[in-house]
């Protein structure tokens, strides 16, 4: 079966006043459709890179990304938008709402930019944002919701056009616990739905929600981790170690 | 192991039995199937040192003790009350097997880290799926929550060996 | 403490060198306005005293009806010095277009007080006739040239033998009838009919400060309403008034200026202190009081309002004797700087209040926030949304201009002040529309009394006004396109194609832009009539600007608006969003 998103060879050098940066260095990745795709490790290692190349927001230097077995990385700034704005969703760390817009407008913004009428768009939005709890409040200003809410209207946002394709920067990075594990609740809900879910994240809780966990470090992928169904946890209680 | 037993007896006589519905209570699921014979030898062992002491129970065909403390294993009981668990662990099985293997030269180390990951992966899913079980208790959420962060540092601790090992790998 | 306000005010003057350098061109082009309203008027004192002094002018002159008047006022006691009295009539004289007015004085012999200053030619009394020399300029005269007077016995034609000057006859034509001399008995050719000439008496005083007393005496000597008395003063007033309607029109451009560096000045600083939120969390949080952080802004406003009053006041003092330049038709010598020290603090006071004020009103709210949120969250939080945007979000506009307008109306205030900008800048473009308008709608040929420096000087200002505006256009758009990098850049995610990207901050500039050019028309309308009022013009005359022209003002902001806000528009289609995404 063709991979939803595919990269082959994929590089890339960044030039900051002279001294070239190898941000990537060459990673092939095949990603199926309905999958859960971690991305982890340390800062620097280039994951952040990977995603945005994957997303068509940064030209890559070498190599491929296709998506549904065609490349994308050739494509015009503005039919790479078009792609965006049916098939990816995306979700940050920092939420990245539109402080001008209210919640319900940041979330219908995809809908209309897809064509949607008003209407559809607004009761579309609202509905969402009822789905995922944030529908009480729909006029406030991003800047008056918590960080927990703004990333659930991020995450409407990102949903709103039902894109098969979900990416995911940190998205629990800049959240407590509490609504880091509702959000991550809401992406793994997502992936049940059968859309398709890559997310770069430091969090190794994050990445162990996911089918698969690939390691990058220093521009390459290090390791790739197949996770199983969860196991049954038992506590140590069954000898007397302490004693 | 001991000093739970001397503190669920610390309040009133107990049978065997209602000390290990006690703990099933607190922790739930997460307790393994305790054998009856696992929780008899702590308890002759704890009546040999003279921490508590039992009674049989007359009238019992099944010939069942009840468990009271010692004075001794008040004083027992307040010095581990007063005592806090120590901080340092410095044990840890998985490094011992890396030194060994990686200094017997039977395995690549990289191997072996790459693996013990994706055990701390796993389980971090595993506790997860567990969390998000209902019908726990508190306590037993605390547990894994505290399991969850303790993984969570094995995986820095990882990223922290593979990363001296590539800068002078022995 | 000091010290430190004054190097954190010049690190924001270096940090924001287009603001600043727009923030001193604007305030000195104010400054520059101030200077000139108030030198204009002084810059031919000078001429015209020496113009005086070589005329040996006259303390009161008197005019009066017969020659026995004329010797009732010279017999008053406090005459030092009087001259024969001289006639003179009205007359004639056939110009290309048609007739215009001359008074004819008749000498009989060199005028002792009030002596007309030779410039050209011979001086009078001579044969053929002298001309005042604004009138000779005004109607291309020439000394070797001939005249054609009309008078009761037919046409007659004088040679031109001469031009002169007298401190007592202002500019032709707005003093008008002009003046020329002829020798007595040219004068009884022409109008020979004696009752229909006056006569002049120059009198100069033993106390020439007795004038005033010595002028009302003089009146009431005589029967009412047969005497017409000038005194120096009222004589060199009348000279200076030339440049009154230069005073009237640089005094509106001047509000007009300030109007703009408020509503400039208060945007870029607004914008400095939105951008260093973090960095003002900072001081406070380290102890600066709200109150020291806007001194910060203060002193650093003050800092260039300065160099901009020093620049302004050297161009103002330049520039003010070329404008008045034409007053110097009528007097000995050209007008020259006053550069009075006065003026300096004149225009110094308005424009550094303007710039504390619009410092202070873009300050207060900015530096109210609480060091906490200020610390955490980098960025100001953006003010309750408006009703205006409410409304834009129910207009059937397109989604990119909708997204931009929003975002444009966030920040009220700024939008407030940069929609008042424009408006006021097209008002100014109005008046100097409807200015030309009225010049056009003189007939071809007819000599204006508008100097021909007056539109002149009103393009200049509405040149320069223009150029500020686009300026700060540019600056705004600029400014908006930093501040928002990641908006940009999460707009592209959500999928916003680049040309949307950048259709959302031009449609938004335009659509405001246009509102606030539709209000400039009224405004400039209601500008111009108020100026013309003062001015003293005939209400009859009032000519407006056609509506043709007016359309252009709207159409121009459009393409202006366009024009300014492109460049930036790229800016914000090329800038990596992958970066700007990790911004926090």
Redesign the interface.
Known sequence: MTPVLEARGLAKTYDPGGAQVLALRGVDLKIGRGEFVAIMGPSGCGK??LL?LL?G??RPTAGEVRLDGERIDGLS??DL??L???R?G?V???F???????AV?NVE??L???GRRRRDARRIASELMGELGVGGRPAA?P?ELSGGQQQRVALA?ALANTPDIVLG?EPTGNLDSAAAREVLGLLRAARDRGQTLLIVTHDARVAAAADRVIALRDGLVSDKAELQAPRPVALPFGSDRGA | MRELFLALLAGRRNYGYELRQALDREFGELLPALNAGQIYSTLSRLERDGLVVGESVAGDSRRKRVYELTEAGRAALARWIETPVPGTRLKDEFFMKLVVVASARLAEPTTLIERQRREYLQSLRDLDALLAANGKGVAAELLVEGAVLHTKADLEWLDLIEQRLQEDPR | MTATLVKLAFAGIRSRLLASALTVLLSSAAAATIVLALEVGETARDPWQRTFDAAHGAHVLATVPSRADARTIAALPGVAERDEPVPSALASVATGGGTERLQLAGLRSAARVNTPVRTDGSAPPTDGIVLERSFARALHLRVGGALRLSAAGGPIELPIAGTAVLPSQARYPRSNPGLAWVPRSTLARIQPDRRRWSWTQAIRLADPSAAPAFAARAVAALPPGAAYVATREDQRAEALREAQPLQIILTTYTIVLLIVVFAVVAILVGARAAAQHREIGLLKAVGLTPRQVTTVFAIEAAALGLVAVVVGFGLGALLAPRLTAPSADTMVGSPASAASPWHLLAASVPVLLVLLGSVRSSTRRSTRFSVLHALQ?G?P??A??SRV?RAV?GAPLP?PVT?GL??L??GRRRALRLGGAIAVTGAAIVFALSMKASLDAQAAGEVSDVTDELPALVYTLDALLLVITATTLVAIALLSVRERI??Y????????????VASSLVGAHVALALVAALLSIPIGIVLYRAVYAIAGGDAEDLVIAPWWSLALVPVGTLLLVAAATGLPARLA?RL???EA????
Do not use: M, W
Not at chain 1, 96 to 102: G, H
């Open positions: 952040s890179t945005n997303a927001l940064d700034e503005a938008a078009r965006r704005r049916r990816i995306f940050f760390q920092f990245n709402l539109v402080p001008a817009l209210s407008e913004l995809p209309l930019l897809a200003a800047a946002r920067d | 969250s960025a939080s953006h309750r949304r945007a979000a989604l997204l929003k975002d109306l966030s990641r908006d850049a999460v707009l592209k995610t959500v999928g916003l194609t680049p040309g949307q289609t990596p969003a992958a995404l990790r911004y926090e």
